[in-house]
C-alpha cells in the first residue's frame, strides 16, 4: 500500500485502535497518553478476551495490567467454578502458559520475558477440563489449511505435525512422537519466508514443553 494501494497511488493504513487514541492524545498531549503503563510499553491497548471467562469481551487496558488481572478481574474468573489450566496470550500463535504463569504483566516486554508474546491482544482462555491435544489438533488443522505450500519446512511441517498430535487422538502416540513433534515446530522457526511458519511452529513446541503430561496420558492409556 505504501506504493500502490487505493486507486493505485501510495496509502496509508492505519488500525482503527491507532485512530481511536488519537483524539485523547491530541486533547491532552503525547505526554498524558505515554503516562499509562510502564516505560517502552506506554498507552493502553484493547484486548480481545475470549474461552472459558465468565465476561468475554473486548477490553481497553493499560499495559502494566497483568494476565491474572484480565482474566480474574476484567473476565470475572473462570466460568461455571473451574481452575484455569492455561492461556493463549496472543492469538493462536503465541507460545501458551500455564496456569501458574499468568502474574505477569501484559505487555510486550514482560510477556516476551515469560516466553511468548503479546502478538494480535487476543487471549484464549482454557480450564481445567480442556483437552490441550484436541486443541492443539485444532490449531495444526488451522495452520496446516492455511499453508500457501511455497516453502518446504511450513508445507511438510504443518502437515506432519497435524498427522503427528492426530496420532495421539487415535491413540498412536508415543514418546518417540513427541520428541518427533518438537523437532518438526523447531525446524519451522526462521526458515520461511513469510511468519505462518513461525506461527505454527510455536503453539506446537510450547504446548508440548507445557504439557508434556496430557500427551503422555494419552498413550500411557491407550496402552493399558
Known amino acids: 500500500p505504501a ?6 497511488c501510495p496509502t496509508t493504513v492505519n488500525n482503527v485502535e491507532t485512530l481511536a487514541c488519537l483524539p485523547y492524545i491530541v486533547n491532552e498531549g503525547p505526554e498524558a497518553f505515554a503516562g499509562f ?14 474461552g472459558h471467562v465468565n465476561q468475554p469481551g473486548v477490553y481497553e487496558v493499560c499495559m502494566d495490567v497483568t494476565l491474572k488481572d484480565i ?27 500455564t496456569a501458574e504463569e499468568i502474574d505477569v504483566e501484559y505487555n510486550f516486554d514482560a510477556l516476551s520475558k515469560a516466553g511468548t508474546m503479546m502478538g494480535s491482544a487476543a487471549l484464549m482462555v482454557f480450564d481445567e477440563d ?10 495444526t488443522r488451522f495452520y496446516n489449511h492455511e ?30 512422537k513427541m520428541k518427533r513433534l518438537q523437532r518438526v515446530g523447531g525446524n519451522m522457526m526462521g526458515t520461511t519466508v513469510c511468519a505462518l511458519g513461525d506461527a505454527a511452529a510455536m503453539p506446537i513446541t510450547s ?18
Request: hydrophobic content about 35%.
Open 3 to 8: 506504493v500502490a494501494g487505493f486507486n493505485a
Open 37 to 50: 503503563g510502564p516505560p517502552n510499553n506506554a498507552g493502553t491497548h484493547l484486548v480481545s478476551l475470549s
Open 71 to 97: 482474566i480474574y478481574g476484567l473476565g470475572g474468573g473462570i466460568r461455571n467454578g473451574k481452575k484455569l489450566k492455561g492461556v493463549i496470550p496472543g492469538g493462536s500463535s503465541s507460545p501458551v502458559l
Open 130 to 139: 480442556t483437552d490441550v491435544i484436541k486443541l492443539l489438533h485444532r490449531i
Open 147 to 176: 499453508s500457501c505450500g511455497q516453502c518446504t519446512p511450513c508445507r511438510e511441517g504443518t502437515h506432519w505435525a497435524r498427522l503427528i498430535v492426530q496420532d495421539f487422538l487415535k491413540g498412536n502416540g508415543n514418546e518417540r
Open 207 to 224: 504446548f508440548v514443553k507445557k504439557f508434556p503430561l496430557e500427551f503422555e496420558k494419552y498413550y500411557t492409556q491407550a496402552a493399558a
